[in-house]
C-alpha cells in the first residue's frame, strides 16, 4: 500500500498544503472553490479563450533563474503545481490597497466592458512584465494572443498597454494627432483622441514586485522527488528518474503519459470519454526534457515545451546560416498562430506528436522535414524510428505500443540546396484553434542544377489523419519546372484518396487547395533560386493600429455632466483586480446544490425512453427532473418550453435535468443518463428547408426602393446563389442562474447573468 503525498505550492506568496488532493480537480476549480479566489475566471473550459490566465513561476536550480509562465487554470491539474508558485490576478494589487500599473492602465484606457476577461488579460500582460519590463508592440500583442474579448475590443486595451512600451502611439511621427486635416474628421476645433493622460499613470517599477517564496528557491525538495496523489476515482504519480518512468509503464502499460494534458478541454477528446484512472506526469524526466546539438539537427527531450522548442529554435536562426535553419523558420512562423502562450508554455512536442491530430500543425511539418524520433520500451531497448507513414496509423493512433516510451524528437538542419516550406490555410489570418488545411513540402535539388533529389510533401486537414502522399516521390530526378508542376497535380489527384464525409468541406474544393498549396511552394523555391535568397514571405503580420476620435464637450458644460465625456468605466478597477462579482463568484450558501441540464444527442427525435438510474446511484446525486416534474405549463413564452416532452427539435434541445452536491457531480450524472430515440426526418440545410417547405413566418424582408424597377432599368444584372453552412459556437462569459427560496409565499430572489431582465421577470412570474 503507497503513502501518498501533501500538495504543496504557493498562492500570491502564501504556502497552501493539500493532505488530499484530487488529480480531477482543475487549479482553476481550487482557486476558486477552495482558496476563495473568484477573479480567474471560468469561460471556455478549453484553454482557447484566456479567462483563466495565472502566472507559474519556477526557480531553474541549475542556473539559480526564476521563471515566469502564465498557464490557463482550466486545464491544468492542481497536481501539476506541485513546488510552483501561483500568482492569480488578486495577488497583484486590490482597489483597497493599490492597483498594479497593468491593472491601472487598463481600466483608464476604458479597455474594459463587461469586464469577464478582464482578469485574465491582466495576468497575461503582468506575466510579460516580470520577463521583459519594456517590450514592444510585437510582445504585447503574442502576450495576449491567448486571450479573447467579447465586447470591449482590443484598440483601447492594446492602447493601454502600449503606454509600456517607449513608443505610445503606434504610428509614431505619423499619428493622426499631428497630421490629420480638418476634411478626414471634420472640424477639429472640438475634436479630441486622447482618452486617457499618460501623467496620470503609476509609473511601473519592477523592483517593487513581490518576490519569489524563498522556501523554494532554497531547496528543491519538491521538485526532486518523486510524489503520487489519489483522488475518488484517478491517481497521479510524478516520477524524476527514467528508470522509474519506464518501470511504472511497465506496470501500468494503459497509464495515461501527460506533462501539459492541454488537450484534456477540447471537445473531441472530452467527446470520447475515456477514464484514465492513473496519469503519470512527465515533466521532471531530464532525459525527457534535455536539449542537444549536434552535427544534423537539435534534439529535444519529448517532454520539452513548445515554448522551450521556440526559443531554441529562435536562438538557432539568429546564429547559424540562413540555408541551415529553413525548417526552424517555418516551424516559428506556424507558433506565431499555435494556441497562446498560455498552451505553448506547458504542452509539449512529444504530447503533439504522439497525439496523432488530423489537423496536426507540427506533425505535418516533423513529417515532411525528415525528422525522426528515440522510443524506448520496458525492456531498456532504444531504437530510432522515423515520423512518416509508417508511424502515423490513423487519426489519434501512432506504431507505438503500450510498452514504448517517446524519449526525443530530433529535428534536421536543411542543406544549401535544400528548400522547405509551410503554410496554414485558416479561416481568418491569426485563426489560433480551427485553421482548415495545413501543408509543408521538401524539396532537395542537384547541386549545381535544377534535378530534383528528395520531395517530401505532408498534409493535415484534407482528411482523418495526416496525409502523406507517397506518389510525389516520382518526381525524384525531374527537373524544376512548369512541367513538373502539372505532373505533380497528377501525382497528387492520384493519391488523394479523400473521403466527402471527412470533412466540412468539399473534396473537390480540398483537392484544389492541395493543388494550389503546392503551386505556391514551387514559386517560393524558383524565386528563392533567381533571387540567391529567401522567397519574400507571402503574408506579413502588421502591427495592430487604431485611434478612437471623439467630439468634447462644450466649454460651458457643467463638471457634474457626464453626457459626452470620456469618462473610463465606473466598475473598470473591480474588473481589473477581480473584485467585481458575477453570478458564478457568488460565496455557496448552506445546502445549496447545482442543476446541470441533460441535452439531446439527436437532431430530431421522439424520446422512447429516459432512464436515469444509473445517474442517481452516483454519489452526491439527489434528483433528476424533467418535464413530468414542471408544476403547472412547461412553456416559456409563447414557443419555448422548459424541458422537452415527446420529440426533440434540435441537438442540445433540454430533456431534463440532474441535481446535485456540486457541479463536477452533476455534469457527471447528467452524462449517465440513458436516453432511448427515434429519429424523425431533420430540417439540417437551407436546401432541407426549402425542399420540406419549411419557413419563417411571416417572411422577414429588408426593401429599399423600387426593385422591379431597378432591376428593369439595369445594363447588367449578375446573380449567383452563396451557401453558408452552421457556425461553431465559442462562448465567453459563462450564463449562470442562481435561484435562492426566501421562504415566503413561494418568493425566489433570482440572480442571472441574462442580458435580457425584462424576459427573465415574465418568465418567473
Not at 497521479?236 to 506533462?259: G, N, Q
Not at 489523419?465 to 492520384?494: H, M, S, T, Y
Not at 450558501?589 to 429516459?610: D, F, N, P, Q, W
Request: glycine share 8%; charged share 20%.
Amino acid at each position: 500500500m503507497w503513502d501518498y503525498d501533501e500538495l504543496v505550492f504557493f498562492v500570491n506568496g502564501k504556502k497552501v498544503v493539500e493532505p488530499q488532493a484530487d488529480p480531477e480537480t482543475t487549479l482553476l476549480q481550487y482557486l476558486r472553490e477552495k482558496l476563495h479566489l473568484p477573479g480567474t475566471k471560468l469561460s471556455c473550459g478549453e484553454g482557447g479563450c484566456g479567462a483563466c490566465t495565472v502566472m507559474v513561476s519556477k526557480c531553474d536550480y541549475s542556473q539559480n533563474k526564476i521563471t515566469h509562465y502564465t498557464i490557463n487554470a482550466c486545464l491544468a491539474s492542481v497536481c501539476s503545481v506541485h513546488g510552483l508558485a501561483v500568482t492569480t490576478v488578486e495577488g497583484i494589487g486590490s482597489t483597497r490597497t493599490r492597483l498594479h500599473p497593468v491593472q491601472e492602465r487598463i481600466a483608464k484606457s476604458h479597455g474594459t466592458q463587461c469586464g469577464f476577461c478582464t482578469p485574465g488579460m491582466v495576468m497575461s500582460m503582468y506575466t510579460l512584465l516580470r520577463n521583459n519590463p519594456q517590450p514592444d508592440m510585437a510582445d504585447i500583442e503574442s502576450a495576449i494572443g491567448g486571450n479573447l474579448c467579447r465586447c470591449t475590443g482590443y484598440r483601447p486595451i492594446l492602447a493601454g498597454y502600449r503606454t509600456f512600451t517607449q513608443k505610445v502611439c503606434g504610428r509614431g511621427a505619423d499619428c493622426c494627432r499631428n497630421t490629420h486635416t480638418r476634411g478626414e474628421i471634420g472640424n477639429t476645433e472640438n475634436v479630441s483622441s486622447e482618452l486617457f493622460k499618460m501623467e496620470d499613470f503609476v509609473p511601473y517599477d519592477p523592483s517593487q514586485e513581490p518576490i519569489f517564496p524563498p522556501e523554494l528557491q532554497l531547496s528543491s525538495a519538491l521538485s526532486t522527488k518523486s510524489v503520487r496523489f489519489k483522488g475518488d476515482r484517478v491517481m497521479w504519480i510524478r516520477p524524476v528518474t527514467l528508470d522509474e518512468l519506464l518501470d511504472l509503464k511497465s506496470r501500468y502499460p494503459e497509464a495515461k503519459l501527460v506533462v501539459g494534458d492541454t488537450t484534456m478541454g477540447s471537445k473531441e477528446v472530452k467527446s470520447l470519454k475515456i477514464e484514465h484512472p492513473l496519469l503519470i506526469s512527465c515533466t521532471h524526466v531530464q532525459e525527457l526534457i534535455s536539449v542537444e546539438h549536434s552535427d544534423t539537427g537539435i534534439t529535444f527531450g519529448s517532454s520539452s515545451t513548445i515554448a522551450i522548442v521556440e526559443g531554441v529554435l529562435q536562438e538557432a536562426v539568429n546564429s547559424m546560416p540562413e540555408y541551415k535553419t529553413r525548417v526552424f523558420t517555418t516551424i516559428l512562423k506556424m507558433f506565431e498562430s499555435f494556441a497562446g502562450h498560455q498552451v505553448r508554455n506547458v504542452a509539449s512536442i512529444g504530447g503533439n506528436i504522439m497525439a496523432a491530430s488530423s489537423i496536426s500543425d507540427m506533425n505535418t511539418i516533423l513529417t515532411a522535414a525528415g525528422a525522426t524520433v528515440k522510443v524506448a520500451s520496458t525492456d531498456m531497448q532504444v531504437r530510432s524510428v522515423p515520423l512518416d507513414k509508417t508511424f502515423f496509423l490513423g487519426c489519434r493512433k501512432t506504431m507505438l505500443g503500450p510498452s514504448d516510451l517517446l524519449l526525443s524528437v530530433h529535428i534536421p538542419f536543411t542543406r544549401q540546396n535544400e528548400f522547405f516550406w509551410g503554410h496554414k490555410q485558416d479561416k481568418t489570418s491569426d485563426d489560433r484553434w480551427s485553421s482548415n488545411v495545413k501543408a509543408a513540402m521538401r524539396v532537395v535539388l542537384e547541386e549545381g542544377s535544377n534535378l530534383v533529389t528528395e520531395m517530401a510533401v505532408s498534409f493535415a486537414g484534407l482528411g482523418p489523419d495526416v496525409f502523406i502522399p507517397l506518389k510525389i516521390k516520382q518526381a525524384v530526378g525531374r527537373k524544376w519546372d512548369e512541367c513538373l508542376v502539372k505532373d505533380v497535380n497528377q501525382l497528387l489527384q492520384d493519391d488523394l484518396d479523400l473521403n466527402p464525409d471527412a470533412s466540412a468541406t468539399s473534396v473537390e474544393y480540398r483537392r484544389t487547395l492541395a493543388y494550389s498549396l503546392f503551386f505556391k511552394f514551387y514559386l517560393a523555391v524558383s524565386t528563392a533560386l533567381q533571387l540567391k535568397q529567401p522567397a519574400p514571405t507571402l503574408f506579413t503580420k502588421v502591427p495592430v493600429l487604431g485611434t478612437q476620435v471623439y467630439e468634447e464637450v462644450p466649454p460651458g458644460q457643467s463638471s457634474d455632466d457626464a453626457v459626452g465625456r470620456a469618462l473610463p468605466h465606473k466598475s473598470a478597477p473591480q474588473h481589473a483586480t477581480g473584485e467585481a462579482v458575477y453570478c458564478d463568484d457568488m460565496p455557496l450558501l448552506e445546502g445549496e446544490k447545482y442543476l446541470a441540464l441533460v441535452t439531446s444527442s439527436r437532431t430530431h427525435a421522439r424520446i422512447i425512453s429516459i432512464d436515469p438510474s444509473e445517474a442517481l446511484k452516483m454519489a452526491g446525486v439527489r434528483d433528476f427532473i424533467c418535464h413530468t416534474d414542471v408544476p403547472g405549463c412547461n412553456n416559456v413564452g409563447e414557443e419555448e418550453r422548459v424541458f422537452a416532452e415527446e420529440e426533440v427539435l434540435y441537438k442540445g434541445d433540454v430533456v431534463g435535468a440532474v441535481i446535485a452536491d456540486n457541479k463536477l457531480r452533476a455534469q457527471r450524472a447528467a452524462k449517465a443518463i440513458k436516453i432511448d430515440y427515434q429519429d424523425l426526418p431533420a430540417v439540417i440545410t437551407i436546401k432541407d428547408a426549402i425542399a420540406a417547405n419549411s419557413y419563417s413566418h411571416p417572411p422577414k424582408e429588408i426593401i429599399v426602393g423600387d426593385i422591379a424597377t431597378a432591376f428593369a432599368e439595369s445594363d447588367n444584372i449578375v446573380g449567383g446563389t452563396v451557401t453558408m453552412g452552421g457556425q461553431k459556437h465559442f462562448y465567453m462569459e459563462t450564463q449562470v442562474t442562481r435561484c435562492v427560496p426566501k421562504g415566503e409565499d413561494g418568493e425566489l430572489e433570482v440572480f442571472s447573468s441574462t442580458q435580457m431582465p425584462d424576459d427573465l421577470q415574465v418568465f418567473f412570474c
